[in-house]
């Protein structure tokens, strides 16, 4: 229930970001706004797939790899967010990838069944 309660911030603090209204995510989503307004609420549970769909449709795969790396869901509301998070992404997603990296996540890609 934790995780639906602070997933729902990050996915309504995203959208609005983005500056689209539920009833635009819903339709991004092909979801009824009322599915929309009850995960960001967390009066519904969040299945992994629709999380990562949507933080995909938002370009915010960055917040998709923290959080199935481990990050804290906490500590990612708390960041991603910010001014200098995202000053400091703007830097990584210029950089060229480490095939490491890429090895990686291709890994839990597929432990996840998970498509980006």
Same mark, same amino acid.
Do not use: C
């Given at each position: 229930?934790?995780?639906?309660?602070?997933?729902?911030?990050?996915?309504?603090?995203?959208?609005?970001?983005?500056?689209?209204?539920?009833?635009?995510?819903?339709?991004?989503?092909?979801?009824?706004?009322?599915?929309?307004?009850?995960?960001?609420?967390?009066?519904?549970?969040?299945? $992994?797939?629709? /999380?990562?769909?949507? +933080? *995909?449709?938002?370009?915010?795969?960055? @917040?998709?790899?923290?959080? #199935?790396?481990? %990050?804290?869901?906490?500590?990612?509301?708390?960041?991603?967010? $910010?001014?200098? /998070?995202?000053?400091? +992404? *703007?830097?990584?997603?210029?950089?060229? @990838?480490?095939?490491?990296? #890429?090895?990686? %996540?291709?890994?839990?890609?597929?432990?996840?069944?998970?498509?980006?």
């Amino acid at each position: 229930m934790m995780f639906d309660i602070i997933a729902g911030k990050i996915l309504r603090k995203a959208r609005n970001e983005a500056g689209l209204t539920q009833e635009d995510m819903a339709e991004k989503l092909n979801y009824h706004t009322s599915v929309i307004s009850k995960i960001e609420n967390a009066t519904m549970g969040i299945k $992994t797939n629709l /999380y990562v769909d949507w +933080l *995909k449709e938002l370009n915010r795969e960055d @917040i998709t790899v923290m959080t #199935i790396s481990g %990050v804290p869901l906490e500590t990612i509301l708390e960041i991603a967010f $910010t001014e200098e /998070y995202k000053e400091k +992404l *703007k830097v990584v997603k210029n950089k060229p @990838i480490d095939p490491n990296i #890429i090895e990686k %996540v291709n890994k839990l890609k597929k432990e996840f069944d998970i498509e980006f």
